[in-house]
């Protein structure tokens, strides 16, 4: 029955019984939506609310004045708003939608919502006695101006739904949508007239699907999550790339975040005044990172390049006055030993070492610096150097065969590592990584057969830290106890039995 026709008796009732359904509605909507959608509810109980006031402010107007009917058409609209909106949330929101239906993008939460606005003024229109197609029909120019103030956001609209339709991206996807790399952004939300962005600086950009539909659109997160980066840097000519590649390499296999696979690459991408410039690509998996990791992969090359005496060629519009020639060669060498052999003399392992002795060691030793997380020794690897921590510290792990490494020991300065491959022969027994910056002094084979033999009582030490450390890796590989220290002793002495073998003292 038109609500016209209704006299205020029979309007009051019916709005009693369609404010229980809505309150019963309300009730249902409380109970089984949860989270951030429960705020919706709040329109629901709003229209409701209005609703109930329109139908006490028409009781007391006489049925022929103009104004009953306004609020009638405004008080059923309202009604079936709150009804219609109460249903659809409960038919996308609630936690049992939920439970048979995936989770609706947030396009089409908002074209529902707009329909429900539309039915619910149609409906309401019709039940004033109106019949919408002939108040559409009738004004082709109101028609016109609709049309045309609508066209952008009609525009926007379907953009969106052929957003939807081919999924170019998905919420998550990292995404530049024009030349601006400042403009790369992880897509947040995609509605009914814009896509939401948010850059790395943590800004919002809210760009029109109208304006993505016409935009060449790079998707960082597609196919896979795996991009590639690329990083220049400029050795000097002197240099072989050759060398130079596989130093960069190296320092890039252990920068965490860089895959292996697929691996790094390093071409020769110029010859420019500064030097050879070298294109380092590499692989990532978290686009987020992007900034971090490369600047990561930059500070590997910069301590790797260091520790292999290389420079990185200054600008040549910098002025670099250096004295040429052998004088000034030598007194870099003199400066270097000299630093070398301060920095033994804070370490009680060579107290004892006559000073002759020591200082022919810091000219043989070599000062290397490592960044953190990067690797020093390899377990299973060959090598025949000694290191000796001048700062930092050092983490030492060991890794049985499909089980994650165990950390047996946090070594410090003045501690030492890599004896056992150094004074045995054998491979590495665990890996070192530097937990962080550390200078370490490395000392190969011939300079520690020159130590040993000057200061024998260093060698004495050096095998009885040698047996305790074996002893523990046993220890933790065999899941036994601690071997007894009388086992220990007898090991510690066979050890140095050795080292004077392979050292011929
Ligand atoms: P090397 O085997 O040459 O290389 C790995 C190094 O880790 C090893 O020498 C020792 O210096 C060190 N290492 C091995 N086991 C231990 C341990 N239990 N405690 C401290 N350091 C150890």
Not at 199 to 205: L, M
Not at 250 to 257: F, H, I, N, S, V
Not at 284 to 296: V, Y
């Amino acid at each position: 029955m038109p609500f016209a026709d209704l006299n205020p008796l029979e309007w009051t009732l019916y709005g009693g019984i369609e404010t229980i359904a809505g309150l019963i509605l309300i009730a249902l909507l409380l109970v089984f939506i949860s989270g951030p959608a429960r705020r919706k509810i709040r329109w629901v109980v709003l229209f409701l609310a209005i609703h109930v006031v329109l139908l006490a402010v028409r009781v007391p107007f006489p049925d022929d004045s103009a104004l009953p009917e306004v609020l009638r058409f405004l008080a059923h609209f309202l009604l079936l708003s709150s009804l219609g909106l109460g249903v659809f949330l409960l038919l996308t929101s609630s936690r049992l939608s939920r439970s048979f239906l995936p989770a609706l993008p947030q396009i089409f939460l908002d074209i529902g919502h707009s329909l429900v606005y539309a039915i619910a003024f149609l409906i309401a229109l019709g039940s004033s006695g109106v019949k919408p197609t002939e108040l559409f029909a009738g004004s082709a120019l109101l028609t016109a101006v609709v049309g045309l103030s609508l066209r952008d956001t009609l525009g926007n609209l379907f953009a969106g739904l052929a957003i939807q339709a081919q999924r170019p991206f998905e919420i998550g996807d990292w995404i530049q949508f024009n030349k601006e790399t400042t403009q790369i952004g992880q897509v947040v939300e995609i509605n009914w007239r814009a896509t939401k962005v948010v850059t790395q600086d943590k800004v919002e950009i809210i760009v029109p699907n109208g304006l993505l539909a016409q935009a060449p659109i790079i998707n960082y997160s597609r196919p896979t999550t795996t991009t590639r980066r690329t990083v220049y840097v400029h050795v000097p000519y002197e240099i072989p790339p050759l060398r130079v590649k596989e130093i960069i390499k190296a320092a890039l296999t252990d920068t965490p975040g860089v895959l292996t696979d697929p691996s790094p690459s390093i071409n020769t991408s110029g010859f420019d005044d500064r030097g050879v410039q070298l294109c380092v690509r590499f692989f990532i998996n978290d686009f987020s990172k992007r900034g971090r990791l490369e600047s990561a992969v930059r500070d590997r090359i910069w301590y790797a390049l260091v520790r292999h005496d290389i420079d990185i060629p200054i600008p040549p519009r910098a002025v670099h006055v250096s004295k040429a020639g052998r004088g000034a060669v030598s007194r870099r060498e003199e400066k270097r030993v000299a630093q070398q052999e301060r920095a033994l003399g804070y370490i009680d392992f060579f107290d004892h070492l006559p000073d002759a002795i020591r200082r022919r060691l810091a000219g043989r030793a070599q000062t290397r610096l490592y960044a953190e997380n990067e690797v020093i020794v390899h377990q299973g690897e060959k090598g025949e150097e000694l290191f000796i921590l001048l700062s930092g510290e050092v983490a030492v792990t060991v890794a049985q065969p499909g089980e994650d490494p165990v950390e047996l020991s946090r070594l410090k300065k003045g501690n030492f590592f890599g004896e056992m491959a150094a004074l045995t022969g054998e491979p590495r027994t665990a890996t070192v990584r530097a937990t962080r910056e550390c200078e370490l002094l490395a000392i190969g084979k011939a300079a520690l057969a020159e130590v040993f033999e000057s200061s024998p009582e260093l060698a004495e030490h050096v095998s009885q830290t040698i047996a305790r450390r074996q002893a523990n890796l046993n220890a933790l590989l065999s899941e036994h106890a601690p071997s007894h220290p009388q086992v220990v002793a007898e090991h510690s002495h066979r050890l140095l039995q050795r080292i004077k073998e392979f050292f011929s003292i």
